[in-house]
């Protein structure tokens, strides 16, 4: 027999070797009569695992390249299921992060799928065959609740995933029992899934605004009825292969369907944002490189995409990338340096007053490291900010403009050098804003003048009213709310410098100074 098995070229021959491998199957099947022993029974049971227990055999010849691994090239073609799922987790990590991390349970069950598949070609065993069918029953389950469009949902499961999912289940796993139960008509079958799948992508392509997405749609469809032919092909027509000494269409189908199943998966990852998200604009992107569209597909997301270089949709009037390759306004960037300096200074000149008035001025340090807001626009405008960002400088001006304003009332109330660095206060904020409204504005002017750097110079002056302004509400706050503290205000490095970096100390006292 193993003589027999390892010679059989023809197609005589295998037919003749399947229909003993049918009758095998059959007689194993059989141990479910109550009249057969339970120690015979268990003996059969384990003849599935066999090499050549499978009814199936594919076109290949068996054992023709190693006496190890039955259908050599049927084994290795599967080794795409293995390369690229890892990379899929990793193009997807975001998509898995903001919108269903169930993604990444359809690229595990691809490399279940190349395991299974390639254990049944190197044994044709009966259990190879069986877990390579099953695993490609579960991941069709897994890709239709997750992606399967609501609006073609049943009455019955009233709108609601989980329980279309759980159907989904339920479905798997009698269909698991019957693909026991009939191993040979398994592979026919699971053929038949893949046609609502395919006729699915069809329909969403129709309502495809994308021209990417579109052409993509296509080549997937393209490439699995060129997979499915294949498949056709070494089934019905190995004799024909044979003569042609090309007994590897089985293989071309691994590849050719691996190609259409992750492709069909990023597809379905993209209506199913546009269905479950329509708050978000889902967009499809190539790696290693963007414009070559025969590259690995993935979905990303307008909120990614705000991470990358240039999704701002404001530009300020310094060039871009002409110092370095690396930042794109390097004046403007550079010029942030006194949020990152001074701070840590504040807060070593503030030690004091945190003691013994508000710990919760140190925060207010660490807010200037990020934002001369000094943290007041967070909670404000942060919804409105995410969904139209275009506005929000504008909308933050405003609120400066507040600031100033109340500002400007407490001035009023101040006496000497506190009444005095108010007055500087206000007098840098208007040339900040004038800096800020001017690179804005007058742009080509400056940049016809070589100077195109205000929005830099309005980094230092803001950030200079930003701290003042702290100081002299921290000073107020004391004045206000404690009548047993009293505080002073005070320059560094030179009390006596009204220039310098101003800060408050607290004397425990009855009288305000």
Request: glycine share 4%.
């Amino acid at each position: 027999m193993q003589h027999v098995w390892q010679h059989c070229n023809t197609s005589a021959v295998k037919c003749e070797l399947i229909e003993q491998r049918t009758m095998h199957i059959e007689q194993l099947f059989s141990c479910r009569s109550v009249w057969t022993s339970d120690i015979i029974c268990r003996v059969k049971m384990w003849q599935h695992l066999e090499p050549g227990s499978s009814p199936v055999d594919w076109c290949e010849g068996n054992y023709l390249i190693s006496p190890l691994i039955a259908e050599f090239v049927n084994t290795f073609s599967n080794v795409l299921f293995f390369l690229l799922p890892p990379v899929m987790m990793y193009l997807f990590r975001e998509y898995a992060r903001f919108v269903n991390p169930g993604i990444h349970i359809l690229w595990l069950l691809l490399i279940v799928v190349g395991i299974s598949s390639a254990y049944f070609h190197a044994t044709l065993s009966l259990i190879g065959q069986l877990l390579d069918e099953l695993a490609i029953l579960w991941i069709f389950m897994a890709s239709f609740s997750m992606f399967f469009p609501r609006r073609f949902f049943p009455l019955l499961f009233h709108n609601d995933r989980k329980l279309f999912s759980l159907a989904a289940v339920v479905f798997a796993l009698i269909a698991t029992f019957l693909a026991v139960l009939h191993p040979i008509a398994n592979a026919f079958a699971l053929m038949t899934l893949g046609l609502p799948a395919f006729f699915l992508l069809i329909h969403e392509l129709k309502r495809c605004e994308s021209g990417r997405v579109y052409r993509l749609g296509i080549r997937c469809a393209a490439v699995w009825l060129l997979a499915v032919a294949c498949w056709l092909n070494d089934r019905l027509f190995c004799e024909t292969w044979l003569a042609l000494n090309f007994p590897y269409l089985h293989a071309l189908w691994h590849i050719l369907i691996f190609i259409a199943s992750y492709t069909a998966l990023v597809l379905f990852a993209y209506f199913a944002v546009k269905e479950e998200r329509p708050d978000t604009t889902p967009v499809l992107r190539y790696w290693p490189r963007e414009d070559f569209e025969l590259g690995v597909p993935y979905i990303n997301n307008t909120m990614w995409r705000y991470l990358e270089p240039g999704s701002s949709p404001v530009d300020w009037c310094e060039g871009n990338y002409l110092i370095s390759p690396n930042i794109a306004e390097f004046g403007n960037t550079v010029s942030n340096i006194l949020f990152i300096v001074c701070p840590p200074l504040m807060m070593s000149l503030y030690q004091e007053y945190s003691q013994c008035v508000h710990r919760g001025i140190h925060a207010l340090w660490l807010i200037k490291l990020f934002s001369w807001t000094m943290g007041v626009s967070a909670v404000l405008f942060t919804a409105l900010g995410v969904l139209k960002p275009i506005i929000n400088s504008f909308a933050l001006m405003v609120l400066g403009s507040g600031v100033i304003i109340l500002l400007l009332l407490e001035i009023r109330r101040m006496t000497g050098r506190m009444q005095r660095l108010g007055l500087r206060t206000v007098a840098v904020w208007v040339l900040a804003v004038a800096c800020w409204i001017a690179d804005r504005v007058l742009c080509d002017t400056l940049r016809s003048l070589h100077f195109p750097y205000l929005h830099a110079i309005w980094h230092i002056l803001i950030f200079i009213a930003s701290y003042t302004i702290i100081v002299i509400y921290s000073h107020a706050y004391v004045g206000a709310e404690f009548d047993n503290l009293a505080p002073t205000l005070n320059y560094w490095p030179k009390d006596n410098f009204e220039l310098g970096i101003p800060y408050i100390t607290i004397h425990s006292t009855n009288k305000k100074n």
